[in-house]
C-alpha cells in the first residue's frame, strides 16, 4: 500500500489543480514576440518554402496581416530586414538605410498599431555582401571595433525611427556597451530596450532562417563569434558580461537544445527578463515530426514553449506565435 507522502497525482488531477503545479509561469499570450521578415519590395508577399506559413512581407501588407493579430492579443513583433533591391556592401549600408525596410515598417507599425512593442534584431549579416555579422579584415576576420561602432549606429537610427527595443544577434565583442552609450549620447537610452542575444551559439539549426534572409556568408563560418555547442563556460560569461554591460533583458538562442543554459541564465540573471529564441530549424522540426504523424502539431509547439518557461524563460521568440493567438484562447488536453 502506498504511504501518505507516496501519492502525488493528487496534486494534479484537475485542470485548476494542473494549473497550479507551473513552477514558473504558464503561457500567457504577452510572453510571445513574433518575429517578421521583412522585404524591400513594399507589395511583397513570399511563401517561404523553408518554413511553414511564414512569409517575406512588403510594408504595404503589413496591416493587414498584423491587424488581426493585433486584434486576437498580440503585443509585440522583432523585426529582420531582407533587401533584395539594393547592392549589399561591406560596411551593410542598407541596414538602416533610411527608406530600408526595417525602418520603413518601423514608421508604419508605429502608426497602425500605437500599441504594439517593435523590436529590431539588430546585425550586419542579411546586409553586408559577404554575408557576416560584423565587418572584416582583409583576410576575412572579424575587425571588433569597426564592427560594434557600426551595430551602435545601426541601433540607434532604428530607436530614432521609433523602435521600442533593439536586439543585437550579432555576437561581437563589447556591443552591448557600445549600443548602450550611443543611445545614452542621443537621448534615447532610456526609452529603447536593449535585448541582447547574449548566449548565441553556432547551431545547425539556423537553415531555414538564412533561407528566409538570404543570409548564408559566402566564405567561412560563424564560428569565430557565435558559441561552440558545447561552451557552458562561454555561455555563462557572455551573459554576465552584458549583464554588466547594460542589457535589459537576456536571450539564448536556439531553444530547445539549450534549455540548461535558459536555467543558468535565470540563476546568473534573477533580475531580468530571460528571453529563449526557438529557432527557423526548430520550428521547421516541428512542423516535420508533426507531418510525419510522430506528434501533433499543437501539442508539441505547446510542450516546447512550456519547457521554455520551466527552465526559467520569461519571453518567447516564436514562429508559433500567431497559432499560441488562438490556442490560448481553446484550452487544450484538459
Ligand atoms: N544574426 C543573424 C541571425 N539573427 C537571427 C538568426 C536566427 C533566427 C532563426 O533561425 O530563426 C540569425 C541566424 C544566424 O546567425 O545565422
Ligand atoms: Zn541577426
Ligand atoms: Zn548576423
Given at each position: 500500500?502506498?504511504?501518505?507522502?507516496?501519492?502525488?497525482?493528487?496534486?494534479?488531477?484537475?485542470?485548476?489543480?494542473?494549473?497550479?503545479?507551473?513552477?514558473?509561469?504558464?503561457?500567457?499570450?504577452?510572453?510571445?514576440?513574433?518575429?517578421?521578415?521583412?522585404?524591400?519590395?513594399a507589395?511583397?508577399?513570399?511563401?517561404?518554402?523553408?518554413?511553414?506559413?511564414?512569409r517575406?512581407?512588403?510594408?504595404?501588407?503589413?496591416?493587414?496581416?498584423?491587424?488581426?493579430?493585433?486584434?486576437?492579443?498580440?503585443?509585440?513583433?522583432?523585426?529582420?530586414?531582407?533587401?533584395?533591391?539594393?547592392?549589399?556592401?561591406?560596411?551593410?549600408?542598407?541596414?538602416?538605410?533610411?527608406?530600408?525596410?526595417?525602418?520603413?515598417?518601423?514608421?508604419?507599425?508605429?502608426?497602425?498599431?500605437?500599441?504594439?512593442?517593435?523590436?529590431?534584431?539588430?546585425?550586419?549579416?542579411?546586409?553586408?555582401?559577404?554575408?557576416?555579422?560584423?565587418?572584416?579584415?582583409?583576410?576575412?576576420?572579424?575587425?571588433?571595433?569597426?564592427?560594434?561602432?557600426?551595430?551602435?549606429?545601426?541601433?540607434?537610427?532604428?530607436?530614432?525611427?521609433?523602435?521600442?527595443?533593439?536586439?543585437?544577434?550579432?555576437?561581437?565583442d563589447?556591443?552591448?556597451?557600445?549600443?548602450?552609450?550611443?543611445?545614452?549620447?542621443?537621448?534615447?537610452?532610456?526609452?529603447?530596450?536593449?535585448?541582447?542575444?547574449?548566449a548565441?551559439?553556432?547551431?545547425?539549426?539556423?537553415?531555414?532562417?538564412?533561407?528566409?534572409?538570404?543570409?548564408?556568408?559566402?566564405?567561412?563560418?560563424?564560428?569565430c563569434?557565435?558559441?561552440?555547442?558545447?561552451?557552458?563556460?562561454?555561455?555563462?560569461?557572455t551573459?554576465?558580461?552584458?549583464?554588466?554591460?547594460g542589457?535589459?533583458?537576456?536571450?539564448?538562442?536556439?531553444?530547445?537544445?539549450?534549455?540548461?543554459?535558459?536555467?543558468?541564465?535565470?540563476?546568473?540573471?534573477p533580475?531580468?527578463?530571460?528571453?529563449?529564441?526557438?529557432?527557423?530549424?526548430?520550428?521547421?522540426?516541428?512542423?516535420?515530426?508533426?507531418?510525419?504523424?510522430?506528434?501533433?502539431?499543437?501539442?508539441?509547439?505547446?510542450?516546447?514553449?512550456?519547457?521554455a518557461?520551466?527552465?526559467?524563460?520569461?519571453?518567447?521568440?516564436?514562429?508559433?506565435?500567431?497559432?499560441?493567438?488562438d490556442?490560448?484562447?481553446e484550452?487544450?488536453?484538459?
Amino acid at each position: 500500500m502506498a504511504d501518505l507522502k507516496s501519492i502525488l497525482h493528487s496534486g494534479y488531477q484537475h485542470p485548476v489543480s494542473r494549473s497550479w503545479q507551473a513552477q514558473g509561469r504558464s503561457l500567457t499570450k504577452d510572453m510571445f514576440m513574433y518575429p517578421l521578415f521583412i522585404t524591400d519590395d513594399a507589395d511583397a508577399e513570399i511563401e517561404l518554402t523553408s518554413m511553414p506559413n511564414q512569409r517575406r512581407w512588403g510594408v504595404n501588407k503589413l496591416e493587414g496581416f498584423l491587424g488581426p493579430l493585433v486584434k486576437k492579443g498580440l503585443k509585440s513583433v522583432i523585426l529582420f530586414g531582407v533587401p533584395e533591391r539594393k547592392p549589399k556592401d561591406v560596411i551593410g549600408t542598407l541596414a538602416d538605410d533610411p527608406e530600408g525596410p526595417v525602418i520603413s515598417a518601423i514608421k508604419t507599425l508605429r502608426k497602425a498599431f500605437p500599441s504594439l512593442y517593435i523590436a529590431c534584431d539588430v546585425c550586419l549579416c542579411e546586409y553586408t555582401s559577404h554575408g557576416h555579422c560584423g565587418i572584416l579584415f582583409e583576410d576575412g576576420t572579424i575587425d571588433n571595433m569597426p564592427s560594434i561602432e557600426r551595430l551602435a549606429q545601426v541601433a540607434v537610427n532604428y530607436a530614432k525611427a521609433g523602435a521600442h527595443c533593439v536586439a543585437p544577434s550579432d555576437m561581437m565583442d563589447g556591443r552591448i556597451k557600445a549600443i548602450k552609450a550611443g543611445l545614452l549620447k542621443e537621448g534615447l537610452a532610456g526609452r529603447t530596450t536593449l535585448m541582447s542575444y547574449s548566449a548565441k551559439f553556432a547551431s545547425g539549426l539556423y537553415g531555414p532562417f538564412r533561407d528566409a534572409v538570404d543570409s548564408t556568408p559566402s566564405f567561412g563560418d560563424r564560428r569565430c563569434y557565435q558559441l561552440p555547442v558545447a561552451a557552458r563556460g562561454l555561455a555563462r560569461r557572455t551573459i554576465m558580461r552584458d549583464v554588466e554591460e547594460g542589457a535589459d533583458i537576456i536571450m539564448v538562442k536556439p531553444g530547445l537544445p539549450y534549455l540548461d543554459i535558459v536555467s543558468e541564465a535565470r540563476e546568473l540573471a534573477p533580475n531580468h527578463p530571460i528571453a529563449i529564441y526557438q529557432v527557423s530549424g526548430e520550428f521547421a522540426m516541428i512542423h516535420a515530426g508533426a507531418k510525419a504523424g510522430v506528434y501533433e502539431l499543437r501539442r508539441m509547439a505547446e510542450e516546447t514553449c512550456v519547457s521554455a518557461v520551466r527552465a526559467g524563460a520569461t519571453l518567447l521568440l516564436s514562429y508559433f506565435t500567431p497559432e499560441f493567438l488562438d490556442w490560448l484562447d481553446e484550452p487544450y488536453g484538459a
